[in-house]
C-alpha cells in the first residue's frame, strides 16, 4: 500500500501519458478488440478525423476540434456501438511546400538549387517529423482514436485510389485538359482554385486613358484599374444601348502604346455606369473579359508571364510600333504599371487619374495578388453528365444536401453551401508544384498520344513507342482529400460490382457512409463540399449523414489561428503540461 502523501497540486505530467498508454493496450480505441462492440447487431458509429496539414504543430483551434469528436465518439462508444474515430494527416501540397521552401531560403538555398528528387527527400523528412509532432499532440489530448487505422494522404493506399479516381473520372469524360482561364500565383507558380483566392478591399487607382479613333481626330476614354494590361488588348467594348458610343460601334481603336489596331464592339455586359462606359477587353488575364472574347472570336495575347512579368516576344510581329512597347518587356508587373502611367502621360493620353477601391485577389497561403490568365491545365467538369445516369457531379452535390441525405448543422450553412454549389465553375486540379500526388498522365513524344493510367505505362498503347514523358504537374490538394472517407476504408479494392450494382467489403461495408463530420465552417467549400461531389460520385452514397459545423478560436485581434503564423497560435500542449489536458 503507498502511503506517499497526496501532493497540494495536481500534477497532470505524473498520470496523464501512463493513462494514456494503458488505454490504447486496452484495446478499446479499436472497435474490432472493444468487447461491447462485438455484438452480432452492434450499431456502426464512424467518424473521420479532419486530417490536420503536416506542416507544423496543432493550435489550440485543432484542440477544439479533438474534443468535440472524442466526447461524441466516447458517447457511442459507452452505448455499446461499434465506434470508429480514424485519425490521419493531410500532405497539403502547397501549404508544406511553401513552408520547406523558406526553411531551405533560410539556409541560402532554393529547390531549383537542390533538384527535384532531393527536394523531395527533404519534404519528406520535413513531413515525417511533423507528423510525429501532430500525433504526440493528438494523443497529449486524450484522443481516444483507433491509431491502428492511422492514415496520410500519400500513403500507397491513398495514392492507389487517387489514381484510380483520376483515371475513372477522365473515362467517364469528367476530367480534360484545355486552355482556360485560371486563377495563377507568381509566388507558389502555380493555378489555384477558385476557392484558394482570398479577396481583399484595397485601396488603388482609376486610370483614364485615351485611345485614338483610326482615320479620325476622335477618341474613346476608357478607365481600367490595371494599365499594364494595355499590351493585351483585343477590343474596346461599349453598351449596345448607351448613345454615347452609337457612332463608333464598328469603328478601329488604336492602342496608345504600340499603335496595334483593335475593334469597338458592342455587348450588352458592359456596365454604361461604370466609368466612362467603355471597357478594353484583355482576354487572357480577366475571366470576364475571356468570356467576351470567347463569344466574340477575339485573339488571345498573354502578356504577363508565370512569375508576374511583362512578356511581349509573341507580339512583335502584331505592333507596329515594337521600339515603344520593348522597353517594357520583362518588366515586374507591379513595376510596369509605374511605367505605362508615366509615358501615357508624357503623351497627353491620360485624361484623369482617380482613388478607387476594389476587390483584389490574392493567394490564400501567401497573400500575392492573384493573377487571372490563360493556362493549359486539367480540369473537372462540374457541369458534366455522367455516363449512365444523367446527373452532373454539381447536381449530385445539390441533390445529397436538399434531398436530406446530408444534414448541414447549424441549418444557416445550408444557404452557404448552395451559394457555392449552385455557381460552381469547372475545377481546376493541375498544380505546378513537385510535392503532391502526380498526375497519372504521360505523353508519348512519338505519336502524342495521352496516355491516362492508374501505372505509368513502358510503352505507348497507341504506336508502341517508348519515348514517354510523365506529366510535371501534381493534383490539387483538394481532390486526394475529397476521397478522405472511403478511400481510408480500403477503396478500390473494398468494392466490387455485381449485377451492375457497387458491393461494399470489410471495413467500407461497416463504416460508412460515415456517421458525423465535425470541422470548422471555414472549409464548408475547400473540404466538405467537395467530399460529398467526390464520394457520391464514386459510391451512389453520401461521405457523411450529418455536417457539424463548430465555430473558429480567434486570437485578440480577431484573427483565425494558423500554424503558418505562430504568432497567431496558442500551442494545447504549452497548456496541457501546465494545467492538465482536461483544463484545455
Known amino acids: 500500500m503507498d502511503n ?70 466516447r458517447y457511442h462508444r459507452m452505448k455499446g456501438d461499434k465506434t470508429l474515430w480514424l485519425p490521419g494527416t493531410d500532405h497539403a501540397s502547397i ?69 484510380a479516381m483520376f483515371v475513372r473520372m477522365y473515362r467517364d469524360g469528367l476530367i480534360y485538359r484545355g486552355n482556360r482561364m485560371v486563377n495563377w ?36 476614354t476608357v ?47 458592359v456596365d454604361a455606369a461604370f466609368g466612362t462606359g467603355a471597357l478594353k477587353i484583355t482576354p487572357a488575364h480577366d475571366p470576364n473579359d475571356f468570356a467576351i472574347g470567347e463569344k466574340y472570336h477575339l485573339p488571345l495575347y498573354r502578356i504577363i508571364d508565370d512569375t508576374g512579368r511583362i512578356t511581349l516576344k509573341e507580339l512583335t510581329s502584331k505592333t507596329p510600333d515594337w521600339e515603344s512597347t520593348k522597353q517594357f ?43 487571372p490568365l490563360i493556362s493549359l491545365q486539367w480540369f473537372v467538369g462540374v457541369d458534366t453528365k455522367i455516363p449512365q445516369r444523367d446527373i452532373s457531379l454539381k447536381e449530385l452535390a445539390q441533390k445529397a444536401v436538399r434531398e436530406k441525405e446530408i444534414e448541414i448543422v447549424p441549418v444557416r450553412f445550408e444557404k452557404q453551401y448552395f451559394h457555392w454549389i449552385d455557381n460552381l465553375h469547372d475545377w481546376c486540379i493541375s498544380r505546378q508544384i513537385w510535392f503532391g500526388h502526380p ?19 513502358t510503352a505507348c498503347p497507341k504506336c508502341k513507342g517508348t ?63 467537395r467530399m460529398i461531389i467526390m464520394t457520391e460520385y464514386a459510391l451512389s452514397e453520401p461521405p457523411f449523414k450529418t455536417v457539424y459545423l463548430h465555430g473558429l478560436v480567434l486570437d485578440k485581434d480577431g484573427k483565425k489561428m494558423s500554424k503558418s503564423k505562430p504568432e497567431t497560435s496558442i500551442d494545447p500542449i504549452d497548456v496541457a503540461n501546465t494545467y492538465g489536458a482536461d483544463a484545455v
Open 223 to 269: 478607365a481600367t484599374t490595371r494599365p499594364e494590361t494595355l499590351f493585351g488588348d483585343v477590343a474596346i467594348a461599349v453598351n449596345p444601348d448607351d448613345a454615347r458610343y452609337h457612332d463608333l460601334i464598328g469603328r478601329i481603336a488604336v492602342l496608345p502604346i504600340g499603335g496595334r489596331e483593335i475593334p469597338i464592339i458592342a455587348d450588352a455586359y
Open 329 to 371: 518587356d520583362g518588366m515586374d508587373r507591379t513595376e510596369a504599371r509605374s511605367a505605362v502611367v508615366a509615358l501615357l502621360q508624357s503623351t497627353g493620353h491620360i485624361d484623369h487619374i482617380e482613388e478607387h477601391t476594389s476587390s483584389v485577389g490574392v493567394c490564400y497561403r501567401c497573400g500575392t495578388i492573384v493573377e
Open 185 to 220: 500565383c507568381p509566388r507558389c507558380t502555380s493555378t489555384l482554385a477558385d476557392d484558394e483566392v482570398e479577396h481583399k478591399e484595397k485601396v488603388g487607382t482609376l486610370t483614364y486613358i485615351r485611345y485614338a479613333i483610326k482615320d479620325s481626330d476622335a477618341t474613346i
Open 95 to 163: 501549404a508544406t511546400q511553401n513552408k520547406v521552401e523558406k526553411l531551405l531560403a533560410e539556409e541560402g538555398v532554393s529547390r531549383h538549387d537542390l533538384g527535384r528528387e532531393a527536394f523531395l527527400q527533404r519534404v519528406g523528412q520535413y513531413v515525417e517529423e511533423s507528423r510525429g509532432t501532430i500525433r504526440s499532440q493528438i494523443k497529449k489530448m486524450g484522443s481516444s482514436c483507433d491509431w491502428s487505422r492511422e492514415r496520410y494522404t500519400l500513403d500507397p493506399q491513398m495514392t492507389k485510389a487517387v489514381r
Open 4 to 73: 506517499s502523501p497526496l501532493s497540494k497540486a495536481y500534477d497532470p505530467k505524473a498520470t496523464e501519458e501512463s493513462t494514456y498508454i494503458a488505454w490504447e493496450q486496452s484495446g478499446f480505441f479499436n472497435p474490432d478488440t472493444t468487447p461491447v462492440a462485438h455484438e452480432k447487431n452492434a450499431t456502426p458509429f464512424t467518424i473521420m478525423m479532419p486530417p490536420p496539414n503536416a506542416t507544423g504543430v496543432l493550435h489550440i483551434g485543432h484542440a477544439m476540434m479533438l474534443v468535440i469528436q472524442d466526447v461524441l465518439t
Open 467 to 529: 519515348h514517354l514523358v510523365a506529366d510535371p504537374d501534381t493534383l490539387d490538394t483538394w481532390f486526394s482529400s475529397g476521397l478522405w472517407t472511403f478511400s481510408t476504408l480500403g477503396w478500390p479494392d473494398n468494392v466490387e460490382e455485381k449485377d451492375g450494382k457497387l458491393v461494399k467489403k470489410g471495413d467500407l461495408a461497416t463504416f460508412h457512409p460515415t456517421s458525423v463530420l465535425e470541422t470548422g465552417y471555414d472549409i464548408l467549400f475547400f473540404w466538405v463540399a
Open 439 to 457: 498526375i497519372p498522365v504521360s505523353y508519348c513524344d512519338d505519336c502524342s498520344e495521352v496516355v491516362v493510367a492508374t501505372d505509368m505505362p
